[in-house]
Each structure stands twice: as structure tokens, then as C-alpha cells.
């Protein structure tokens, strides 16, 4: 045998010793030296059967050539792999727990054993990871701000559609039908008879309208009387009422007395409506063609003692700004009317009732009336219907 195919074989048998070896340490990612804690055994060197060639026959396979044959797979003893941490690394057979942490000095950053992994790296943030979408803050989990508020909607979404026209039309009657109707009503609160000392009389005061809920024609009439005596005085009213918030009413007309004689016609403005506490209350002020200027306030409250059982309190005050001797009247307050009236309601449009009224006359007309044989004060259980339709 030459010298050359001596060294040929040499050479080879070294290289498939030394293949294991290079094998392992060529690991991607994975520098053995620094693995401090971890006993990788080593596999013993397969020992490579030395086959004579003849001199002059060249090796049928180059050195270089020469395929290293894998290592035998070896499970790492427990004792040396337990507690050890490498983030990026899976180990197949290897054991973890989560609640143990791994000991110190025993991480392995950039490691990764697994096939199908070529380099080690840190886990990336799950937030950042492609398919991984994280929940936004919304409600109350959102942080404070001054943002506007966004735009309301249009009260009407047939408005994106349909001409201004058609809508306003269509407002109209939906108005119509749903309010926007004229309507009537007939009240008398005030429908009695009077037993007074010795002359028994009558006493009414009532109201009529016509219209919708912002403009209505009213009437209104008032007055009293005595049997055998004629009436003492009769009014009645005719007024354009106007809206003026959702429980008052705004009016203007006339008032012509019938008597007492001589008989007036005045210019009258005035107000009725709902108050606070349910109280209806009404006012006005009359100026007649003689340049007399009168007043009148009052008001009644429906205090419902059961469903059908009503207790009514009123009061009226008339007043003058001036002595008008023709129709007995004297400057300041005229006569003031208390009433307490009891009614019970067999249907909500007809109640009769019983009660009390007292009328006093003050002043320079308490005057005229005694100066007329009559008394300026007087008492009377009185007895009639409240009704309205």
C-alpha cells in the first residue's frame, strides 16, 4: 500500500469520528459552552470497519464527501434538565411546571431545540403577534375627555326624502287630528238656589267656548236675583281668548250689563288659567263708555274628598276706582262673595251640591244698599247643579 491511499484512509476514518461531534455543536442558536447546569452525554465514536484498497485505486468517495452519521438519540436525565428555563426553546420530553420558577443562573436566551424553528428569539408582545386583536376600551373603561357631543337626529326622518312642502302638509294635519281640532265646551259652575233671611233668590255663573287649543271665542255671563224682585244684576262677556303658556289664557272683548240700570257696555282685558296647587283662578279689568274703570278677581279650588265627593272653597272681589252713584257703586272694594260648596258627581257632567255663601258689601257701597232699604251682609244655604257638556 502507497503512502497516499495510507493517508487517504487516515484521514477519512478521522473525519467520520469527528462528524457527531460537529454535528452538535453546529446547532442553530445554541452555543454549548455557555449552558451552564445542562450535561448534554455524549455519544461514544462509532468505530469504522478499515477496508484495504489497492495501491493504485483511488477512494470511491472523497473525504469531504463523507456523510456523518446523526447521533443516537439520548433522553437527558431529569436531575440535570429540571428547572431550567429557555425562553424560545421546546424541548420534547421534557417536563415543565408553571408554578415553579426556573432558578437563577439557569436561563438559556436564543436557544431553540425544536426541528422546525431556524433561529432563537425572545417572544414577541401578544398585542403586536399578526392575527391577535386585543379589545379597545369602550364605556366607562375609556379615559376621560372633553369631546362634543354628537349631533341630534332630525325630529322628522321623512324630511331626508320628501319635499319641505309635503312635510309641512303632512305636519298640518297630523295637528288636526291628533290636538289640532276646534272644540266646545258649556260650563256653569254655578247653577243654585239661594234661601236668604226672609227673600229667597237665584244666583248663576257660567262660561261657553269655542276654538282649539290656542285661539277660542268665549262667553261668559254672571248675575243674581230675587223671587218677586227681578234680577239685580246680569252680565255677559264676549272675549278673543289667546294662549299664553300651557295653563293660562290671555283675553280681550266686551261686557254689557243688563242691570242695574242705566245699563254700561265696558272694554274688558283679563286672564284665566290653572295655578300651582290646582287652583283655577281668573281677573280682569272693564272701562266702560263713562270712563269707569272696575275689577274683578277670583278664583276656586276642587278639593276632592273621594272620586265622586267634591269640596269646592270660592271667593270673588270686585272693585272701583271711583264712586259711581247710578249704578251704587263705591270706590275700593264693592263686595266680596266666600262660598263653600259640596257636590257630588253621579257622572263627571252633572253634580248637584249644597252649600253656604256670604256676601258682604263694604264701604260707600254698603252705603247705597242701606240707603235702598236693603242689608249690606247676607247668608244663604244654597243648593244646585254643576254641570257642563
Known amino acids: 500500500m502507497s503512502r497516499a491511499a495510507l493517508a487517504g484512509l487516515v484521514t477519512g476514518a ?50 469531504a464527501a463523507i456523510k456523518p452519521r446523526a447521533p443516537r438519540a439520548s433522553k437527558p436525565a431529569a436531575d440535570d434538565m429540571q428547572g431550567m428555563a429557555m425562553p424560545g426553546m421546546a424541548m420534547p420530553g421534557m417536563a415543565t411546571s408553571k408554578d415553579t420558577p426556573p432558578p437563577a443562573g439557569q436561563a438559556m436566551p436564543d436557544m431553540d431545540m425544536s426541528a422546525d424553528q431556524a433561529s432563537a428569539e425572545p417572544m414577541a408582545d401578544m398585542a403586536t403577534m399578526p392575527g391577535m386583536a386585543m379589545p379597545l376600551p369602550s364605556g366607562t373603561d375609556l379615559p376621560p375627555g372633553n369631546a362634543p357631543a354628537p349631533v341630534p337626529p332630525t325630529d322628522h326622518y321623512a324630511a331626508r326624502f320628501f319635499p319641505p312642502e309635503d312635510i309641512h302638509r303632512a305636519h298640518r294635519a297630523m295637528m288636526r287630528e291628533e290636538g289640532g281640532r276646534n272644540f266646545s265646551m258649556i260650563l256653569f259652575n254655578l247653577a243654585e238656589y239661594q234661601v236668604r233671611d226672609g227673600k229667597d233668590g237665584y244666583r248663576w255663573d257660567g262660561e261657553a267656548w269655542f276654538g282649539g287649543d290656542i285661539n277660542r271665542f268665549t262667553l261668559k255671563t254672571e248675575g243674581e236675583g230675587a223671587f218677586r224682585e227681578g234680577v239685580d244684576s246680569a252680565e255677559v262677556q264676549a272675549l278673543y281668548s289667546r294662549a299664553i303658556g300651557p295653563y293660562f289664557n290671555l283675553q280681550a272683548g266686551v261686557r254689557h250689563d243688563f242691570q242695574p240700570s242705566p245699563n254700561r257696555t265696558y272694554a274688558t282685558i283679563g286672564f284665566e288659567g290653572l295655578s300651582p296647587y290646582m287652583f283655577e283662578v281668573g281677573g280682569a279689568a272693564f272701562i266702560s263708555e263713562k270712563g269707569d274703570i272696575l275689577g274683578r278677581i277670583e278664583g276656586y279650588y276642587d278639593q276632592r274628598i273621594t272620586q265622586r265627593l267634591i269640596l269646592q272653597p270660592r271667593v270673588e272681589l270686585n272693585l272701583s276706582a271711583q264712586d259711581v252713584p247710578e249704578n251704587r257703586l263705591g270706590a275700593g272694594l264693592t263686595n266680596a262673595e266666600l262660598g263653600l260648596r259640596l257636590r257630588y258627581e253621579f257622572v263627571r257632567e252633572f253634580a248637584p251640591y249644597i252649600g253656604v255663601s256670604y256676601d258682604a258689601k263694604t264701604g260707600r257701597t254698603a252705603d247705597f244698599a242701606r240707603a235702598d232699604g236693603k242689608s249690606g251682609t247676607s247668608t244663604s244655604l244654597v243648593a244646585g247643579v254643576h254641570f257642563w257638556f
Open 14 to 63: 478521522m473525519l467520520a469520528t469527528a462528524a457527531p461531534a460537529a454535528a452538535q455543536s453546529s446547532m442553530p442558536g445554541m452555543d454549548m459552552k455557555g449552558m451552564k447546569g445542562m450535561k448534554m452525554p455524549m455519544p461514544a465514536p462509532t468505530k469504522k470497519k478499515v477496508v484495504p484498497v489497492p495501491a493504485k485505486t483511488k477512494p470511491a468517495v472523497r473525504p
